[in-house]
């Protein structure tokens, strides 16, 4: 998805995902934006276009019941305004500054452009040890100044916060998502704008230069207390030399140096112009073609990231909303063992199995087997063919690999013939009540059923059914599914 379809992507997530109790955004609301996105993009669209479809007109709906939502979205977006105006400010200030002074003397030795060939020439081996870095799968951290434009690009996201109890959650969320998936974006961006404004700052101490040199005549020399001719005539090849041989200007000898220090003789120097045409050479050669070079590579990598800037297919989230459109596992069924479920617990269990597989997914809660009797299983629960099956245990029984293992076991043999491996649910609410106070039993107990499922390969949600946090709920199960989907052979 590209940045914008991405930033509407991540601000329904976060909605969907903590408005836990639907006051905002209900399961028909849910399902509308499936089912209008689906008949939208059409059966044979990607899964990006059908997700991003979906955030969109699920943000049309939301932003007629909250005037925050289309304002949270403006805030996170990235405003080019600040990339152009750093790089007119670079211009400005290179433009403004006097490099040649009020006696109408051009020090060689002193110029300000030698200052900036030598800040460029340590920029570039920052750059290039900032690449080694990132080829060795270390992630650098961004300088002083990177980190300045990309606070001001995106100055009020610190602000995105809500008065609305129901929209709080999910704009701290969205910020933090964003954040995060925004952030290799940024990087390149703002060094697009770095590289761009070092180019700007070059030109405008060469435009200043020669508007200068055009009404005013400038003498060039040179005076150093310990630097003779001969030294100040290697310093100057060295630096020059490569626009010499571009222009055709030759460089002085050390007898014309001696001539041209000031102080000495009649201390005049020489006509500049040849002096300001070489330096200007030199920075193009080693300011404004590599800063050019770093521009646009920069901003490339600034495109190729702001057309794929959230990939849903590593999302869990994502994925679920797929399977719903392409109609995958919509029937499912929860096999519970030596275990009775309350009215309210089998309404949240339900509830839960709806919100992790759609609000069209079928779910079969099948009689509880007895406990010994896994041997002697039904047929019927064998019979869903590619739903998924999910066994549901109590957190009260203690664990063992005779009758919880050996149902696990049959589970698995058979599910990884049909459509993979069951998943499990550990209903805490019995034993939550019984050691509310001891919550050391609870992690006790936890352990060791963790230490049979792990034995078995089954993943496994720990809920308590009758009070359950939804959202953590939600995403545990959301997390178990991937896992499990994951783990086929």
């Given at each position: 998805?590209?940045?914008?379809?991405?930033?509407?992507?991540?601000?329904?997530?976060?909605?969907?995902?903590?408005?836990?109790?639907?006051?905002?955004?209900?399961?028909?609301?849910?399902?509308?934006?499936?089912?209008?996105?689906?008949?939208?993009?059409?059966?044979?669209?990607?899964?990006?276009?059908?997700?991003?479809?979906?955030?969109?007109?699920?943000?049309?709906?939301?932003?007629?019941?909250?005037?925050?939502?289309?304002?949270?979205?403006?805030?996170?977006?990235?405003?080019?305004?600040?990339?152009?105006?750093?790089?007119?400010?670079?211009?400005?200030?290179?433009?403004?500054?006097?490099?040649?002074?009020?006696?109408?003397?051009?020090?060689?030795?002193?110029?300000?452009?030698?200052?900036?060939?030598?800040?460029?020439?340590?920029?570039?081996?920052?750059?290039?040890?900032?690449?080694?870095?990132?080829?060795?799968?270390?992630?650098?951290?961004?300088?002083?100044?990177?980190?300045?434009?990309?606070?001001?690009?995106?100055?009020?996201?610190?602000?995105?916060?809500?008065?609305?109890?129901?929209?709080?959650?999910?704009?701290?969320?969205?910020?933090?998502?964003?954040?995060?998936?925004?952030?290799?974006?940024?990087?390149?961006?703002?060094?697009?704008?770095?590289?761009?404004?070092?180019?700007?700052?070059?030109?405008?101490?060469?435009?200043?230069?020669?508007?200068?040199?055009?009404?005013?005549?400038?003498?060039?020399?040179?005076?150093?207390?310990?630097?003779?001719?001969?030294?100040?005539?290697?310093?100057?090849?060295?630096?020059?030399?490569?626009?010499?041989?571009?222009?055709?200007?030759?460089?002085?000898?050390?007898?014309?140096?001696?001539?041209?220090?000031?102080?000495?003789?009649?201390?005049a120097g020489e006509i500049a112009a040849p002096w300001?045409?070489?330096?200007?050479?030199?920075?193009?050669?080693?300011?404004?073609?590599?800063?050019?070079?770093?521009?646009?590579?920069?901003?490339?990598l600034e495109r190729r990231r702001s057309r794929r800037l959230v990939e849903p297919a590593?999302?869990?989230?994502?994925?679920?909303?797929?399977?719903?459109?392409?109609?995958?596992?919509?029937?499912?069924?929860?096999?519970?063992?030596?275990?009775?479920?309350?009215?309210?617990?089998?309404?949240?269990?339900?509830?839960?199995?709806?919100?992790?597989?759609?609000?069209?997914?079928?779910?079969?809660?099948?009689?509880?087997?007895?406990?010994?009797?896994?041997?002697?299983?039904?047929?019927?629960?064998?019979?869903?063919?590619?739903?998924?099956?999910?066994?549901?245990?109590?957190?009260?029984?203690?664990?063992?690999?005779?009758?919880?293992?050996?149902?696990?076991?049959?589970?698995?043999?058979?599910?990884?013939?049909?459509?993979?491996?069951?998943?499990?649910?550990?209903?805490?609410?019995?034993?939550?009540?019984?050691?509310?106070?001891?919550?050391?039993?609870?992690?006790?107990?936890?352990?060791?059923?963790?230490?049979?499922?792990?034995?078995?390969?089954?993943?496994?949600?720990?809920?308590?059914?009758?009070?359950?946090?939804?959202?953590?709920?939600?995403?545990?199960?959301?997390?178990?599914?991937?896992?499990?989907?994951?783990?086929?052979?």
């Open positions: 998805m590209n940045e914008s379809e991405s930033s509407a992507f991540l601000l329904v997530r976060a909605i969907e995902t903590t408005d836990v109790q639907r006051q905002l955004w209900s399961d028909e609301d849910r399902a509308w934006a499936t089912r209008a996105a689906a008949e939208v993009v059409g059966a044979g669209a990607s899964d990006d276009a059908f997700l991003a479809r979906r955030a969109e007109l699920a943000l049309e709906r939301l932003s007629t019941r909250s005037a925050s939502i289309p304002r949270t979205l403006r805030i996170a977006a990235w405003r080019p305004w600040v990339g152009w105006i750093a790089v007119l400010l670079a211009f400005a200030a290179g433009l403004a500054t006097d490099q040649i002074g009020a006696s109408k003397r051009v020090n060689l030795l002193a110029l300000p452009l030698v200052g900036l060939l030598t800040w460029n020439l340590l920029a570039y081996a920052l750059v290039l040890a900032r690449a080694l870095w990132a080829l060795a799968g270390r992630a650098p951290r961004p300088g002083p100044l990177r980190a300045l434009l990309s606070r001001l690009g995106q100055a009020r996201l610190p602000l995105l916060t809500d008065r609305a109890p129901v929209l709080a959650p999910a704009v701290s969320a969205f910020a933090a998502d964003w954040g995060a998936a925004s952030l290799p974006l940024a990087a390149a961006r703002v060094a697009r704008i770095v590289h761009l404004g070092a180019l700007a700052f070059a030109l405008g101490i060469l435009t200043g230069m020669y508007l200068r040199g055009m009404v005013l005549e400038y003498r060039a020399g040179w005076e150093s207390t310990f630097l003779d001719a001969r030294a100040v005539g290697a310093i100057l090849h060295t630096v020059l030399g490569p626009a010499s041989a571009i222009t055709g200007i030759a460089l002085p000898d050390a007898a014309r140096l001696d001539a041209m220090r000031f102080g000495v003789g009649v201390g300001l045409h070489l330096y200007a050479v030199t920075i193009a050669l080693f300011v404004l073609l590599p800063r050019g070079v770093l521009a646009v590579m920069a901003g490339a590593s999302d869990a989230y994502a994925l679920r909303l797929v399977r719903q459109l392409r109609g995958e596992r919509s029937t499912l069924r929860v096999v519970p063992y030596a275990l009775e479920l309350s009215g309210d617990a089998r309404t949240n269990l339900l509830s839960l199995m709806t919100r992790v597989y759609g609000a069209k997914a079928r779910v079969d809660l099948s009689d509880p087997i007895a406990w010994g009797e896994e041997e002697g299983l039904d047929s019927a629960v064998w019979s869903a063919g590619g739903s998924s099956l999910w066994a549901l245990f109590s957190l009260s029984a203690t664990p063992e690999r005779e009758n919880h293992g050996a149902f696990l076991t049959a589970l698995r043999a058979h599910r990884e013939r049909a459509d993979g491996a069951p998943l499990a649910i550990v209903d805490e609410s019995a034993f939550r009540r019984r050691f509310a106070q001891t919550p050391g039993r609870m992690q006790e107990r936890r352990a060791a059923w963790q230490a049979l499922l792990d034995e078995s390969r089954v993943q496994a949600v720990f809920v308590d059914l009758e009070h359950p946090d939804f959202n953590a709920a939600e995403n545990a199960m959301h997390l178990a599914v991937e896992r499990n989907a994951h783990s086929r052979p």
